[in-house]
Every structure is written in structure tokens, then in C-alpha cells.
């Protein structure tokens, strides 16, 4: 399975744009880049995933990098509720195997 | 999306006692169902993939004797932890994948704190 690498935390305050990096040098051709938050005592939540084209959704936007070796996850108003544990997954395309790593912890200042 | 329930979200058990714990697609038929494994702050560990009507595929290093999963209808697997000991303590997840358009994306339950003393 191909890596990527995450800081370990982060910190943001309240309602400013959040910009979350992942650097995935070993992508394959094939390997979709997949976004999953984890919120203390939950289970995991999607983000957001991609390719090779930027991506926006209501809850963040993925930009990748042209030479797809990394891309960040940008929250464009940062929230109480967005701290959390933020991993950056890559997975073949229909995302059966999701091998997670130590994520980000994002923290977020009122 | 999809909606994933766990039952129990948390079981205290003592040791050499097994415990099965439940994982529900409510709101459609998931043909896929994954189980992970969560230690206290680490990370997500897959343990295996669950498919309705045959049998469950384990990742290196889970003994499928010791895990067993069941996965009998499309909307219900079960994850039986058996002889439980200590060292099984864990937060257990699953998951299931999505379908259309949301094939790409796995929906995750809530999670069953297990605690084996």
C-alpha cells in the first residue's frame, strides 16, 4: 500500500481557512487520494476523495498537486465542531481496502 | 449516504467470556462490510472484509478463530469476539461501502468500546 505523510497536529482558530497537507510521493497511477475525519469516540466520517483534478464538496475543498505527490484538504472556515483527527487515505479507486495512518490532529481555537 | 448502527457501543466482559457485537446498514443492502480495530490513540487497523453469503476475509495477523464474523444478510453482519482476554480491549468499527454514487466512499458506524477485565 502506497503512504502518505501528515503533521501530526495542527492548530486553527475559529472560522479562518484551515489548510491540511499530505505528501504522497509512492501515489500509482491508479491510487484515488480519500479524505476521512475522525471526531473523539466516533467512528470515521468521508471528507472528501479525488484523482487528479481539484475537488470541491459542501464540507471541504482537495486540491492535488499536478504531479499528484500531494495534495491538502482545505476547510474554508474552520469550526468548533471540524476539530478532529484527519487521515489521508490512498486507495484504488472503488476504496475497498482504507489503510489509515496516524492522521492529523487538527485542533481549532474559539 | 448510508446510515451504520453498532450495537452494543460499549460492553464490559470478563476475561475467557465471548461478546458479539453488531454492525447495521439501516437505510440500504450493503453487499460489503468492513471491521476495524482502534487502540487507544492509534489509529484505524482493518481486520477484515465481511461479504453477504460467504466468507469474511481476514488481514494478516487476525485469527479468524478468534474473530468470528458473520455476515448473513445484507443489511446485518456480527463480529464475535471469542475468549475474550484483556488485550482485546479495543474501540471496534465497521463500515460499509456505499452504492451509486457514493460507491467511492465507505460510511462508518459509531463504534463498540469493548473492555475485557
Known amino acids: 500500500d502506497a503512504k502518505t505523510t501528515q503533521p501530526n497536529s495542527m492548530e486553527s482558530n475559529e472560522e479562518e481557512p484551515v489548510h491540511l497537507p499530505c505528501n504522497h510521493s509512492t501515489i500509482s497511477g491508479t491510487d484515488y487520494i480519500h479524505w476521512y475525519r475522525q471526531l473523539p469516540s466516533q467512528g470515521p466520517e468521508y471528507v472528501i476523495h479525488?484523482?487528479?483534478s481539484n475537488v470541491n464538496n459542501r464540507m471541504a475543498s482537495l486540491a492535488i498537486a499536478e504531479d499528484r505527490k500531494s495534495s491538502t484538504l482545505i476547510l474554508h472556515r474552520a469550526t468548533l465542531r471540524d476539530a478532529a483527527v484527519y487521515y489521508c487515505?490512498?486507495?484504488?479507486?472503488?476504496?475497498?481496502?482504507?489503510?489509515f495512518g496516524a492522521g492529523t490532529i487538527l485542533r481549532v481555537k474559539s | 449516504g448510508a446510515v451504520v448502527s453498532q450495537h452494543p457501543s460499549w460492553v464490559i466482559c470478563k476475561s475467557g467470556t465471548s461478546v458479539k457485537i453488531e454492525c447495521r446498514s439501516l437505510d440500504f443492502q450493503a453487499t460489503t462490510m468492513f471491521w476495524y480495530r482502534q487502540f487507544p490513540k492509534q489509529s484505524l487497523m482493518l481486520m477484515a472484509t465481511s461479504n453477504e453469503g460467504s466468507k469474511a476475509t481476514y488481514e494478516q495477523g487476525v485469527e479468524k478463530d478468534k474473530f468470528l464474523i458473520n455476515h448473513a444478510s445484507l443489511t446485518l453482519s456480527t463480529l464475535t469476539v471469542t475468549s475474550a482476554h484483556p488485550e482485546d480491549s479495543s474501540f471496534y468499527i465497521c463500515?460499509?461501502?456505499?452504492?451509486?454514487?457514493?460507491?467511492?466512499?465507505?460510511?462508518f458506524g459509531p463504534g463498540t468500546r469493548l473492555t475485557v477485565l
Open positions: 487515505i490512498l486507495a484504488e479507486r472503488y476504496g475497498n481496502k482504507l489503510v
Open positions: 463500515s460499509v461501502r456505499g452504492l451509486a454514487e457514493f460507491y467511492n466512499e465507505q460510511f
Open positions: 479525488g484523482l487528479t
